[in-house]
């Protein structure tokens, strides 16, 4: 009995490990259509985290003008809008949004959006320390569903997070793609 219960546990396994496998195969494919159906951003993709986001975006901007803003919960709602105001970014180019709570779910709340606006290609900003594991969390959530991204990272003065912080969230966008949750009200202190 003990082993029929072995083999049992092994073969759940394997199918457990054969369905990740087969997932994560078909996200290089999204990856390489969306590359060949958008070879240029169609809009901006801002990860909050401090006015100094905000500020780079608004610029950053300036010198792309036919493309729309989305800022993922950034500074306060006035602040930020002053920031794109004083840019003479109009209000109609701008997307604020606050549902995420940490870095993954900067990605999980705005990748629907995305899909309904038809937008397969984004530029991604962020902080240079952050970049790593936003391009890692970007690869599986947006990969997944064929929006693919281009890195503009801004200059800081912060050391890059660690293995284990961009491990943590590999694990939990494959959480994401497999189930649709992101494990972040599990632990209030995860950013």
Same mark, same amino acid.
């Given at each position: 009995?003990?082993?029929?219960?072995?083999?049992? !546990? /092994?073969?759940?396994?394997?199918?457990?490990?054969?369905?990740?496998? %087969?997932?994560?195969? $078909?996200?290089?494919?999204?990856?390489?259509?969306?590359?060949?159906?958008?070879?240029?951003?169609?809009?901006?993709?801002?990860?909050?985290?401090?006015? *100094?986001?905000?500020?780079?975006?608004?610029?950053?901007?300036?010198?792309?003008?036919?493309? *729309?803003?989305? %800022?993922?919960?950034?500074?306060?709602?006035?602040?930020?809008?002053?920031?794109?105001?004083?840019? *003479?970014?109009?209000?109609?180019?701008?997307?604020?949004?606050? !549902?995420?709570? *940490?870095?993954?779910?900067?990605?999980?709340?705005?990748?629907?959006?995305?899909?309904?606006?038809?937008?397969?290609?984004?530029?991604?900003?962020?902080?240079?320390?952050?970049?790593?594991?936003? /391009?890692?969390?970007?690869?599986? %959530?947006?990969?997944?569903?064929?929006?693919?991204?281009?890195?503009?990272?801004?200059?800081?003065?912060?050391?890059?997070?660690?293995?284990?912080?961009?491990?943590?969230?590999?694990?939990?966008?494959?959480?994401?793609?497999?189930?649709?949750?992101?494990?972040?009200?599990?632990?209030?202190? $995860? /950013?």
């Amino acid at each position: 009995m003990q082993r029929l219960h072995l083999q049992f !546990r /092994k073969f759940c396994f394997l199918g457990i490990a054969s369905f990740i496998l %087969v997932l994560l195969s $078909i996200i290089p494919l999204r990856i390489a259509i969306a590359s060949y159906q958008a070879p240029f951003p169609q809009a901006i993709f801002t990860l909050g985290g401090g006015p *100094d986001r905000e500020e780079f975006t608004a610029q950053f901007a300036q010198i792309h003008p036919t493309l *729309d803003i989305w %800022v993922s919960s950034g500074s306060p709602p006035d602040t930020a809008s002053t920031i794109f105001h004083n840019a *003479d970014i109009p209000n109609s180019r701008l997307h604020l949004d606050y !549902r995420a709570v *940490d870095t993954v779910t900067n990605f999980t709340s705005l990748v629907s959006d995305f899909k309904q606006s038809h937008i397969q290609h984004v530029y991604l900003v962020t902080s240079d320390f952050h970049m790593p594991r936003a /391009k890692f969390i970007a690869i599986f %959530v947006l990969g997944s569903q064929g929006i693919i991204f281009t890195c503009v990272s801004i200059p800081s003065d912060r050391p890059r997070e660690s293995i284990a912080h961009i491990l943590r969230d590999i694990g939990r966008s494959l959480f994401w793609i497999v189930s649709g949750r992101t494990g972040a009200s599990l632990n209030p202190n $995860i /950013k």
